[in-house]
Nanobody
Framework: QLQLLESGGDLVQPGGSLELSCAAS????????VGWFRQAPGKEREGVSC????????RYSNSVKGRFFIFRDNVKNTVYLRMNTLKADDTAVYYC?????????????????????WGNGTLVTVSS
């Protein structure tokens, strides 16, 4: 069974850091483009970051550029999202997703991203 499992979500104060993990089972994540997406209450899902299968292409949304960093550990079959200088606006459920064809932080239609495999999400709350 092909699965993605996110972990690492937590309550953190503004200015703090968190690292999210996305572990794959049943398939080799190294062969896939992987993205992180998030959805805040009452808002559409938005793209956060994408990493190509080769690692040659990395993209970030403007809202997280310079603060968030995506990277993978092929031995652990896991992709990570390091989040620094967190803001209240970063509060959301964070999802990872994988697709053989690629990844984009820009939705095809609002809130819709053409990724094949999705995890169930992990909650990040930024609050004092």
């Amino acid at each position: 069974q092909l699965q993605l499992l996110e972990s690492g979500g937590d309550l953190v104060q503004p200015g703090g850091s968190l690292e999210l993990s996305c572990a794959a089972s049943g398939f080799t994540l190294q062969n896939y483009a992987v993205g992180w997406f998030r959805q805040a209450p009452g808002k559409e899902r938005e793209g956060v970051s994408c990493l190509s299968s080769t690692g040659a292409s990395i993209r970030y949304s403007n809202s997280v550029k310079g603060r968030f960093f995506i990277f993978r550990d092929n031995v652990k079959n896991t992709v990570y999202l390091r989040m620094n200088t967190l803001k209240a606006d970063d509060t959301a459920v964070y999802y990872c997703a994988a697709d053989l064809a690629g990844c984009t932080v820009v939705p095809s239609t609002p809130g819709r991203f053409a990724m094949t495999y999705w995890g169930n999400g992990t909650l990040v709350t930024v609050s004092s």
